[in-house]
DNA sequence: ATAACTGTACTAACCGCCATAGTACAGTTG
DNA sequence: CAACTGTACTATGGCGGTTAGTACAGTTAT
């Protein structure tokens, strides 16, 4: 289930539009699937109706999905191709960090080790046993 | 020298520390070394005498200067370790970043690529040949 | 048609952060 | 004393995020 981190510095509708996004990418909201409801996703996370309209407009506006009045938002068909496409900008916001820590001497072993760390187990971030 | 965006979403203030933070890496800003004054840099960066100063107070709670009344602001001792301490936290913004594109199922050799490259050149994040 | 749902639009208000402006005070240096 | 330094303070404006409340339009089921 998606999950909001109210002391988080990224705003509440980014990290709602994220979760959905990811729940997209594990396969749990397939082509087609519907949302939630705008209310009723709003009482769920005990948030704000203006607030969770805000990130299906983001979902929207990244391709992800599709909203009709009176029907409901689906599950676009190719939405995860879409988040894709838009994940690769991201790698331009890792290049941005390592260039930092490359200035800042961090060894590239280091670096590269976080990669494969976040290969290695795409989940749970804590916890983690071997 | 450091130079300021005004269109970028990261504070003015935050700019001007992680500006002198990469001269002191890049040893520019040598142990001892003194900083311009808060009204004479906020005259060379065409801003705020205070946004200077709540630059500055960052710059101090990372412990990368240490000021004084009638004096002005010196580089640390030590400035430069204290940069790399703080650096580590910024690979768990990596680590983060390259959890979310291994779920959207981008190739590992790719983000391990950006990691090398801005290895091979730290500078110059644009034209780059080779 | 009515009721109950859906998305959507709009205004108003509040809060926090950032930046600016201006003034003032305290310490150091010449 | 004059000229610099850092520092503190209040006030203001702007922007973005969130909440609140209301309203309208479209669909679905009864």
Sequence with gaps: ??????????????QIADGFCREVLCGLMPEGAQMPSVRELSVLLATNPNTVQKAYLE??????ISSAPGVGSFIRPGAADAIRE????????????????????????EVLDCIRSAYRDPDQPKTEKE
Tied chains: 1, 2.
């Design 1 to 14: 289930m998606v999950t909001i981190d109210k002391f988080s510095r990224t705003p509440v509708y980014e």
């Design 59 to 64: 979902l929207d506006r990244r391709g992800v």
């Design 86 to 109: 838009g994940m690769k900008s991201r790698m331009s916001e890792i290049t941005a960090i390592a260039r930092e820590l490359a200035l800042a001497g961090i060894p590239e072993e």
